[in-house]
């Protein structure tokens, strides 16, 4: 795997080891916790809960595996995207099986806004950048030197 060459980012984006795996650890890491807590209570959310950790960490390793294929964004996005539906899947599963208290079901579903939140702000963020570069990099190779460009 050392010998893999990350695509580079077209804008804000790149491949960062560091990165990847915090995003991905982080991104995932309270499912697996609340799954492992909740197992001795009751064990149909808590594998819910544990499968949506297991399968993001899954898709985020696969997708770490193919950088030499994927941009940075793109991979990103899906997995934020992965999580998302993960997350949604656990906490429904919860509420379900009556893990989430009444008075604060709002707040726990609000909490998945974040998910989306994120990936337009890296969308955004990742558009402004490959326009800003855009306008600052010539177009190599093709022509324009004196073309008006």
Same mark, same amino acid.
């Given at each position: 795997?050392?010998g ?5 980012g077209?804008?804000?984006f790149e491949?960062n ?17 609340v799954g492992?807590?909740i ?10 809960m544990?499968?949506? @950790?297991?399968v993001?960490?899954?898709v985020?390793?696969?997708l770490?595996?193919r950088?030499?294929r994927?941009?940075?964004?793109r991979?990103?996005q899906?997995?934020l ?8 899947? @656990? ?6 099986f009556?893990?989430?208290?009444? !008075? ?7 909490w998945?806004v974040?998910?989306p939140g994120l990936?337009?702000?890296f969308?955004l963020r990742?558009?402004?950048a490959?326009a800003?570069?855009?306008r ?5 190779g093709?022509? !324009?030197e004196?073309?008006?460009?």
């Amino acid at each position: 795997m050392a010998g893999k060459v990350p695509v580079r980012g077209s804008g804000a984006f790149e491949w960062n080891a560091g990165g990847w795996w915090g995003s991905q650890i982080g991104g995932t890491a309270w499912m697996l916790a609340v799954g492992i807590g909740i197992a001795f209570q009751d064990i149909r959310p808590a594998a819910v809960m544990i499968a949506g @950790g297991i399968v993001s960490n899954i898709v985020g390793t696969w997708l770490w595996c193919r950088r030499d294929r994927v941009s940075p964004h793109r991979a990103i996005q899906t997995l934020l995207g992965v999580i998302g539906v993960c997350a949604l899947a @656990g906490i429904v599963s919860l509420d379900a099986f009556g893990h989430v208290p009444a !008075n604060q079901r709002l707040l726990v579903y609000w909490w998945l806004v974040f998910i989306p939140g994120l990936m337009l702000m890296f969308y955004l963020r990742e558009r402004e950048a490959a326009a800003a570069q855009k306008r600052t990099t010539p177009h190599a190779g093709r022509g !324009n030197e004196g073309d008006g460009e």
